[in-house]
């Protein structure tokens, strides 16, 4: 499985940013695929995750301004962040896992390598 991140950048607070990861074609249909983040010097955490095309979930402290989704035509996973915040400073991480919901108990076996996003006050 392959995941390839896209979409970070430098913006200023209430900045949006929309992140992309590529899933190579033979595992995009099949996993549960999600987005998590680290900050310097902290620990990783879950962000957002998606089951199906309907079936998503998304942590308390983004929901309402971070939105997962999906192209399927393009094995493509999204991640639009709107109203951004210093606090969302952190580099972003796709990560893939075996079927589950919800998605957020999956144990994420792949991952991308990253694209970093930083917001300034």
């Known amino acids: 499985v392959q995941l390839v991140e896209s979409g970070g950048g430098s913006v200023q607070t209430g900045g949006s940013l929309r992140l992309s990861c590529v899933v190579s074609?033979?595992?995009?249909?099949?996993?549960?695929l999600g987005w998590f983040r680290q900050a310097l010097g902290k620990e990783r955490d879950w962000v957002a995750c998606?089951?199906?095309?309907?079936?998503?979930s998304v942590e308390d402290s983004v929901k309402g301004r971070f939105t997962i989704s999906q192209d399927n035509a393009k094995n493509t996973l999204h991640l639009q962040m709107n109203s951004l915040q210093p606090e969302d400073t952190a580099m972003y991480y796709c990560?893939?896992?075996?079927?589950?919901?919800?998605?957020?108990?999956?144990?994420?076996?792949?991952w991308g390598q990253g694209t970093q996003v930083t917001v300034s006050s």
């Open positions: 990560a893939a896992a075996a079927p589950v919901w919800p998605c957020q108990r999956g144990i994420y076996n792949y």
């Open positions: 074609k033979s595992a995009y249909r099949w996993y549960t």
């Open positions: 998606i089951y199906t095309d309907s079936m998503t």
